[in-house]
């Protein structure tokens, strides 16, 4: 059964940390291109970072440069976005997405809230 299962949202301050987890199962997630969507309050989703499979990271939103670190542990089929100096505007559903190479499939994560509010 193809799963991402994904962790570690919740509520945090202003300047706080926050660290997701993006499990896989069921396919091949180290030939997998991996990337992190956001979707904030009222907007629709978009794309934020992707990591290929050799470990290249590419983050699409400059709002999140030198405060987010996205990451793969491809033997731990996991993948993490760390999150610090967090900010309100960083609220938003954050979303995790695998590609396998060289096929059709999409699978996405379930979804995890982050919140950042005094």
């Known amino acids: 059964q193809v799963q991402l299962v994904q962790s570690g949202g919740g509520l945090v301050q202003p300047g706080g940390s926050l660290r997701l987890s993006c499990a896989a199962s069921?396919?091949?997630?180290?030939?997998?291109?991996l990337t992190w969507y956001r979707q904030a309050p009222g907007k629709e989703r978009a794309l934020v970072a992707a990591?290929?499979?050799?470990?290249?990271?590419?983050v699409y939103a400059d709002s999140m440069k030198g405060r987010f670190t996205f990451s793969r542990d491809d033997a731990k089929n996991t993948g993490y976005l760390q999150m610090n100096n967090l900010k309100p505007e960083d609220t938003a559903i954050y979303y995790c997405?695998?590609?396998?190479?060289?096929?059709?499939?999409?699978?996405w994560g379930q979804g995890t809230q982050v919140t950042v509010s005094s």
């Open positions: 990591i290929t499979r050799d470990g290249r990271v590419i």
């Open positions: 069921g396919f091949t997630f180290s030939s997998s291109l």
């Open positions: 997405n695998a590609h396998p190479n060289g096929t059709d499939s999409n699978y």
